[in-house]
T-cell receptor, first 115, second 120 residues
Framework: EAGVTQFPSHSVIEKGQTVTLRCDPI?????LYWYRRVMGKEIKFLLH????????ESGMPNNRFLAERTGGTYSTLKVQPAELEDSGVYFC?????????????FGPGTRLTVT | AQTVTQSQPEMSVQEAETVTLSCTYD???????LFWYKQPPSRQMILVIRQEAYKQQNATENRFSVNFQKAAKSFSLKISDSQLGDTAMYFCAFMKLPGVKIQGAQKLVFGQGTRLTINP
């Protein structure tokens, strides 16, 4: 079974540009989460999808961030326009809807550098 | 809101030694899970061990065990007979349990992490 995958692994963009991160969850996992770790600080929650619906987006920092999960499969997180403080590692995780729904499987992360 | 604190940014021990990583948390919830996640260098984060708050018995997974003190809101991780492959960032995390008012899976609240190095 393939794990959670994220693309790209690393992105370097200039301030003001747009970047789109992609996450492919484990097949069949209805729950999909985005987290972010900025400058060696704690990993912080951004938002949670159940299938294609946003269950909780309380962690989204501002309206420059837009997350989608069309069709309830993969998800994208777009940052437009990017600011310097957006630099960090963006993690995606998924979990099943039933059974061990508490066990989140993480992707390798996308390291975003805004210059 | 819940908070998780890991007061040890870095730790280093010799191979085969026992090491304990500290974690404290703050919550008004009574039902929750606590986790330790491990992220080896350049690799994905994986779940090491889980503790349900309603269980008094401390969780154990092979060389990994926890010391869960609910009243003190403390959740430390003990690694026995440490191995070179245990070198990683370790994150303590909290999750509210779904209940009557809160349905479905929940988000994780993480601590700042502890960088553990096992030396040969």
């Amino acid at each position: 079974e393939a794990g959670v995958t994220q693309f790209p692994s690393h992105s370097v963009i200039e301030k003001g540009q747009t970047v789109t991160l992609r996450c492919d969850p484990i097949s069949g996992h209805d729950n999909l989460y985005w987290y972010r770790r900025v400058m060696g600080k704690e990993i912080k929650f951004l938002l949670h999808f159940v299938k294609e619906s946003k269950q909780d987006e309380s962690g989204m920092p501002n309206n420059r961030f837009l997350a989608e999960r069309t069709g309830g499969t993969y998800s994208t997180l777009k940052v437009q326009p990017a600011e310097l403080e957006d630099s960090g590692v963006y993690f995606c995780a998924s979990s099943p809807r039933r059974g061990r729904s508490y066990e989140q499987y993480f992707g390798p992360g996308t390291r975003l550098t805004v210059t | 809101a819940q908070t998780v604190t890991q007061s040890q940014p870095e730790m280093s021990v010799q191979e085969a030694e026992t090491v304990t990583l500290s974690c404290t948390y703050d919550t008004s919830e009574n039902n929750y899970y606590l986790f330790w996640y491990k992220q080896p260098p350049s690799r994905q984060m994986i779940l090491v061990i889980r503790q349900e708050a309603y269980k008094q018995q401390n969780a154990t997974e092979n060389r990994f065990s926890v010391n869960f003190q609910k009243a003190a809101k403390s959740f430390s991780l003990k690694i026995s007979d440490s191995q070179l492959g245990d070198t990683a960032m370790y994150f303590c995390a909290f999750m509210k349990l779904p209940g009557v008012k809160i349905q479905g899976a929940q988000k994780l609240v993480f601590g700042q992490g502890t960088r553990l190095t096992i030396n040969p």
